[in-house]
Structures are given as structure tokens and as C-alpha cells.
């Protein structure tokens, strides 16, 4: 098992930027898919995005292509997901997720979660 901390949240007007950081503890990071999830109050928990062990693949949800990128520095047992051009509907709970196997994007494969950090979008 590893286990997770995001920071990094917090309210951000429109159109800004936010960087959420997730640190890593445990079995060795480089062994696992990372993803990022949120969810918003009365929806489901979704992807917003992953990343191969290397860092040499990305998965992205169609919803933040283009404004958010996620990244991974294994030397340091980390992942990011830097966050531009933020609307109010990226509002949710952000949640970091670590998945042994191989899938990008499904969410039943991640078993390894962090405690979450909010991020708010004003208008």
C-alpha cells in the first residue's frame, strides 16, 4: 500500500491557476499509475487525469484538455496536476490516486486514495 497527501487547494477566481501537489509514502512510488479524480457535491467521483509510471503517457478527461496537466517526479515520490484557465465547474473535492496495475482511467483499478483538498472556483 502508499499512502497519499494532497495540498495545494484553496479559491481561485476564474480563469486562474492552481497547482495541487500529492506526496507519496510507502511501497516504491515508481510502481504505480498516479491519478488525479475529483468530485463536486451531488456527482460521482470522476478522473480528471493519469499518468504512467514513467511519466511517459498521459490520459486526460475531455472536460480539462488543454487547461491541466499532470505530472510526476518520482525522485521525489510525486505527483501534480497543474490547473490553468479554471472555470467554476472544475469546483470539486481533488483527490490523488494510486493504481498497482496498468488502466489509466478506471477508477475501480486505483485502490490506494488520499484524504483530498478542495479547490473552489468563484465566478
Known amino acids: 500500500q502508499v499512502q497519499l497527501v494532497e495540498s495545494g487547494g484553496g479559491l481561485v477566481q476564474a480563469g486562474g491557476s492552481l497547482r495541487l501537489s500529492c506526496a507519496a509514502s510507502?511501497?516504491?512510488?515508481?510502481?504505480?499509475?498516479m491519478g488525479w479524480f475529483r468530485q463536486a457535491p451531488g456527482k460521482e467521483r470522476e478522473i480528471v487525469a493519469a499518468i504512467t509510471r514513467s511519466g511517459s503517457s498521459t490520459y486526460y478527461a475531455d472536460s480539462v484538455k488543454g487547461r491541466f496537466t499532470i505530472s510526476r517526479d518520482n525522485a521525489k515520490n510525486s505527483v501534480y496536476l497543474q490547473m490553468n484557465s479554471l472555470k467554476t465547474e472544475d469546483t470539486a473535492i481533488y483527490y490523488c490516486a494510486a493504481n498497482a496495475g496498468w488502466t489509466l482511467h478506471q477508477i475501480s483499478q486505483f485502490g490506494s486514495w488520499g484524504q483530498g483538498t478542495q479547490v473552489t472556483v468563484s465566478s
Open positions: 510507502g511501497r516504491a512510488f515508481s510502481s504505480y499509475v
